[in-house]
């Protein structure tokens, strides 16, 4: 099916495909990332959430926090 149609099972055989190569990469040793609602939704369904390093609702900041940018939020925690 369509990658990222998860919510309809005849669909679910990409995304679920992507969530489980993520969690054999985990267990052998690679750090994955899950980002954004719809992927951490997808990944939860598959049973897999555990199985993956990090998880966050976050979606694009998380993106720009891995990209070295400065967040507003962590840098107002950091000054506190």
Known sequence: GPLGVFEFEKFAT???????LLAELTAKGVTTIVGGGDSV????????ADKISH??????ASLELL????L????????A
């Not at 939704?41 to 897999?48: C, D, M, N, R, S």
């Open 67 to 70: 990209e070295g940018k400065v």
């Open 41 to 48: 939704a997808a990944v939860e369904k598959a049973g897999l």
């Open 14 to 20: 990409g995304t679920n495909a992507i969530a489980t």
């Open 55 to 60: 998880i966050s609702t976050g979606g694009g």
């Open 72 to 79: 507003p939020g962590v840098a107002a925690l950091n000054e």
